[in-house]
Each structure stands twice: as structure tokens, then as C-alpha cells.
């Protein structure tokens, strides 16, 4: 049994359906604060297996003693936390109690139960403004926002208590650019409100949701000027952490690790690839950058291959078909319904 934190978000419905695929069963603990039940609906109609849900806050220490204490878990994988970076500038308080008081009662509640396995979801946020490409685990680690700074702050956390306590098992997963979808088109990202990443506006600009997009900047140190990032695919993603899991079981340690493809795409080249994928044009206007965007972001992907085995494996087009199918046959996400 795996206790899935924040199992009902778009990473998270994700994972599920690989952990049932695998014959693993799933417990999630979500409080739907950024996500819907009816994504775990589709991952039950997905996978033909069912997923026990409990809905509860990961700072309600009590909830979540008694929810391991139930499940009896053989490990934890943690998704469960708030991800919107601008918000987080506007509101930080919010954002370390619900990322870093979040973990930490997750933690002390582990601890209690004995529980001792946890995959955690950091990002590559975490090297700041990168010093060199492609990132290494090992480039100097700072944050620019309060959601970097979360992250952080909890990666601290765990080096910290494996340190005090050298029996924890914990993969520390630092993720690039997630986008695309199942390949079934029946759980994909269900952003509210306007989009803040890049993929999830394309697709509805696609859709016809909105006019256009604005790319926040051309005048960046890139091949065509527009930003570069490591886009992975969500299923790709959501394989990486099985893999975890595999080497988490052969030996306790507290180790980051970069989930990423090693390729760089900028903004035209997503927009073409889309436009590609979906036959439908995705008319964007050049806007002036966006505060706290650095001009590229890919990783080294080599330290997951060596240790976990595993590497993505799918295409630009496969991320960019797979997000359309999904917005074009739920136009309004998981309320389309
Ligand atoms: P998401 O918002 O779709 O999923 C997060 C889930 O956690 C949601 O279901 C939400 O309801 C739940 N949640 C939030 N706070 C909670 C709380 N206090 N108690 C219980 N449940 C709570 O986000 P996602 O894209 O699936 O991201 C999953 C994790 O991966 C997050 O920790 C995020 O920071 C991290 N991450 C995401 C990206 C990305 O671009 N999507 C990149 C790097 C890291
Ligand atoms: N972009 C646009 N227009 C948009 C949205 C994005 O031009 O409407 C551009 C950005 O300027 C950037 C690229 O598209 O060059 C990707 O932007 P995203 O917002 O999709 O992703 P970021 O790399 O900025 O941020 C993501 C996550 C963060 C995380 C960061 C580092 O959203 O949570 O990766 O891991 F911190």
C-alpha cells in the first residue's frame, strides 16, 4: 500500500495510475484544495482498480496519524502542496504553512507510525538562476520566490532528519517542466482560473478559450530568444517515482535526484509543436518578460538513469498530442463532465 499525499493534483492522478498498473494499492490523502474527486474517478476508469480516498489537510496532525495508522503504508509519496509561484510572492505565509508545516506534520506523523519510506516532489526550481547547464544535482542551490524557498526549506528538512536518523529512506525528486496528459485523454492538468505555465495556455488558446498568448519576452539569451525549458511528460514523470520506490526499498538514504529529459525547447518551439499536434492554430503576441523567468532550464538527466534506471521516454509531439486529446475532449477540464 502507498499513501499518496496531493494524489488527486495533476502529478498525482498521474503516479496513481502507474502505482495500480504496477499492482501496487493506493491510499490518497488530499484535501482538494487545487484538485477535483472526479480526476480519482477517471483513474479507477483507467486503471479498473479502485483507489481508497480520505479527505484531510496534511497539517491536521491527528488526521493524518490516523490515516497511516489505518493504511499501515509501506511508503509515502508527497505531492500535496501549493505550486503557484506568483501567488506565493503575494501570500508566502500561506504557502510555508501549507508546504513546510504541511511536511513537517507529515513527517512527525511518519515518524509516530513508523513509517519510514517518502518520495518527495521538489523542483528544479530549487538551482535558482542556474549557474551552468545542464543542472547537476550537485549546482548550488538558492530560491527566488517564497514557493522555491518552500521547497528548499523542506529538501533541508529531510537531509536534516536523515541525518539525526540514518534508517529514513527518501528520494528527493527534482522535477523539470511537467506538461501533457494520459494517453487515454481522461486525466490531464485541470488548472483554475487563467493558466500560469506555458502548456496549459497553448492547449486553450488551441481550444479557443482564449485569443492568444502572450510570450513573456524574445530578447533572451536563447536560439530564437524566447525562454528554454526541459519539458517532461506527466506519465514519464509519474514512472520515475515507481523507479524511486524500487531503490528505496534496497537501501535507506536521503538523495536528490533531477526527473527530467536533458533537451531544452523555447516557447516557439512549443507553440509549433502544439500547433502541430492539434492542426489548430495557436496565434501568441510578444509581451515584455515576466518578473523572476530566467532565460533557460534543462537538466542532466544522467544521475536518475545511473541510479533509478530510468529515463523519459516520450517525444515532444507525444506531450504535446497527448495535452490535446485531453483539453479537446474535456474543454473545461474535469467540469466538463
Ligand atoms: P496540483 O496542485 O495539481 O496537486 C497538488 C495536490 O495537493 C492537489 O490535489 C491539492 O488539492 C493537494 N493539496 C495541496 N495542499 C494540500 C494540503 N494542505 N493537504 C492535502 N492536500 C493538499 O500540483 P501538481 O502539479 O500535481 O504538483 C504536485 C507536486 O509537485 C507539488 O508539490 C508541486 O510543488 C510539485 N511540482 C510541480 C511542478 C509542476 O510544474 N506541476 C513542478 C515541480 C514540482
Ligand atoms: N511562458 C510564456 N507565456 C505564458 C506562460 C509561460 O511565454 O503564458 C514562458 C515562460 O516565460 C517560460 C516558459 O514559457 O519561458 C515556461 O513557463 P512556465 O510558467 O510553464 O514554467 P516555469 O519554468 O516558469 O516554471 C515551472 C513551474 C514552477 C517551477 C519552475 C522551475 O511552474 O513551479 O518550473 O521548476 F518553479
Redesign the pocket.
Known sequence: MIFV?????????HTCVELLNAGHEVTV???????QRE?LARVARITGKSVTVIE?????GVALRDALAQCQPQAVI??????AVGESVEQPLRYYD??VH?TLTLLQAMAHAGIKTLV??????VYGDPQYLPLTEDHPLSATNP?GRS?LVIEDMLRDLYRSDPTWRMGIL?????VGAHASGLIG???QGIPN?LLPFVAQVAVGRRPYLNVWGNDYDTPDGTGVRDYIHVVDLALGHLKALERLQKQPECRAINLGTGVGYSVLDMVQAFEKASGKPVPYQVASRRAGDIASCYADPLLAQALLGWRAERDLAAMCSDAWRWQNGNPKGYASD
Open positions: 499525499t496531493g494524489g488527486a493534483g495533476y502529478i498525482g492522478s490523502f488530499d484535501n482538494f484544495c487545487n484538485s480526476a484531510g489537510d496534511i497539517r491536521d508527497h505531492f500535496a502542496g501549493l505550486k501549507n508546504n504541511g518527495f516532489s521538489s523542483s528544479a526550481t514557493y521547497k527534482r522535477y523539470f517542466n511537467p492538468e485541470d488548472p505555465n
